[in-house]
């Protein structure tokens, strides 16, 4: 990773109710490793309390293309992550990616 060529994002939502997620942060946030040359993803990082779960989670955004725009990977992550918590985790990406969008270095 290149610094220089790389912007880092971050996004927050709030997670339901009633899940352990919610008793001990109540939000998750994501952070995004974003090359805003290529605009691709190059690494990823969530708050949730298992590493199974980051680490899947990580590595299903990572490479993700922005210049597609959010849709694609809204449904990539609605098909692959069957969690309680699966629209926080698109509202998380989607706070970020807007973020992204509207401060983007040109």
Do not use: W
């Not at 290529?38 to 899947?56: C, G, P, Q, R, S």
């Not at 955004?61 to 694609?72: A, C, D, L, Q």
């Not at 629209?87 to 998380?92: C, R």
């Amino acid at each position: 990773m290149r610094t220089e060529d790389t912007v880092l994002v971050t996004g927050f939502a709030q997670v339901p109710k009633g899940t352990t997620l919610y008793e001990t942060y109540k939000t998750i946030a994501v952070v995004l490793v974003i090359n805003y040359k290529t605009e691709v993803i190059e690494d990823a990082e969530f708050t949730f309390l298992t590493d199974l779960t980051n680490y899947y989670l990580s590595d299903l955004v990572k490479g993700y293309n922005f210049s597609e725009g959010f849709n694609p990977l809204f449904d990539k992550v609605k098909k692959h992550c069957l969690l309680p918590s699966q629209g926080a985790i698109i509202q998380a990406i989607r706070s970020a990616f807007d973020r992204y969008q509207e401060t983007k270095p040109s």
